[in-house]
């Protein structure tokens, strides 16, 4: 019994909630065909700031920077010291300046061995070559001043590319650095190779155009680019939404009421009695026709009726005239004659 009576006091709370929804809702019924519109554009708004968000950073994400890649030479192979390797992923038709950065020793051994060759080979992914280049570097004593000391290590800078475009994202890199007779003139004709304590092949962004512009800052050009990708989308989801909102607030259309003019009746004027006395004098006195030829015998005698007049006073009531008599006593006098 116990388990009975508690059952409709748990179902209480929902009932009345359920009842305070459909309360709820069949209050603002009316308003829903406003309310929609703008419940939509609210919820679009969210999206439309990551969207913007996400383009801003794609943006910043695809703005080309410069990029360092360093190289491990590989000795003793009987060829001049290479490396190979695969470049930072690059911005396709974004420019590049390329040189090649060694960090050689300070001895007089370096300084005997005179002009050696970088050649630099860049190929795609599919081993199709993009460009190839040689150039020729010498390592001279740098100027020291006289208050300070020597280095102990010497900067070599050998530029390849200049305003290169890449044309591929992926790119190899074959760097050959040294002479291939092994500089076998050089003391006793012992062949020996450039001594390298680090090297690196470098990529320097090239500003040029609207690129150059996003390079030099990226941040601001993201941040450009999520508030012009916002307005633009808001606008098309006003142009979407607006005509939405502007129907339902439109009145319903109703049609006209014909519209009559309204006419001033005048009353007729009255027929005074000497007027009515001439229009019967009028009616009373017969039309003579002309009298006609003797027809021949055989010829029939055609007696047309006389047209019919009517006369009307100024506003009063058409009057016809009776067929006159006369045409019957003419054709019997005729007769009577023959």
Not at 12 to 28: D, E, Y
Not at 102 to 109: A, I, K
Not at 305 to 316: F, N, R
């Amino acid at each position: 019994m116990s388990d009975s009576k508690s059952t409709p006091l748990v179902q209480l709370p929902a009932r009345l909630l359920s009842s305070a929804l459909s309360a709820f809702f069949a209050f603002l019924r009316p308003y829903f065909p406003h309310i929609l519109p703008l419940v939509v554009c609210l919820s679009l708004v969210p999206l439309l700031l990551l969207l913007s968000a996400s383009a801003g950073w794609v943006v910043w994400r695809n703005a080309a920077v410069g990029w360092k890649a360093p190289l491990y030479l590989q000795y003793g192979d009987g060829v001049p010291p290479y490396a190979q390797m695969a470049l930072p992923p690059l911005v396709s038709q974004q420019r590049y300046d390329v040189f090649l950065h060694l960090q050689v020793p300070n001895l007089e051994g370096t300084y005997a061995l005179g002009n050696f060759m970088t050649t630099l080979t860049l190929s795609s992914r599919s081993n199709k070559t993009i460009a190839s280049i040689r150039r020729p570097t010498i390592v001279t004593p740098p100027r020291v001043p006289f208050y300070s000391r020597a280095p102990s290590v010497i900067d070599v800078k050998v530029p390849l590319l200049t305003e290169f475009t890449p044309g591929a994202r992926l790119v190899i890199a074959n760097v050959e650095v040294g002479r291939r007779d092994n500089w076998k003139a050089v003391g006793s004709g012992e062949g020996r190779e450039v001594s390298v304590i680090s090297a690196s092949l470098n990529g320097i962004v090239v500003h040029h155009g609207i690129r150059g512009l996003i390079t030099r800052l990226p941040l601001l050009s993201a941040l450009i680019s999520s508030i012009i990708f916002l307005v633009i989308t808001s606008l098309i989801v006003g142009v979407c939404v607006l005509p939405l909102m502007l129907r339902q607030a439109a009145p319903p259309y109703t049609e006209p009421e014909p519209h009559f003019a309204q006419v001033d009746i005048k009353p007729l004027p009255t027929i005074s009695s000497s007027s009515s006395e001439d229009s019967e004098d009028v009616e009373e006195k017969p039309l003579v026709p002309a009298r006609r030829s003797r027809p021949s015998s055989r010829t029939e005698i055609k007696i047309e009726d006389a047209p019919s007049t009517t006369l009307a006073s100024s506003g009063s009531q058409t009057v016809r005239r009776r067929r006159s008599t006369l045409a019957d006593s003419d054709l019997s006098s005729d007769s009577s004659e023959s």
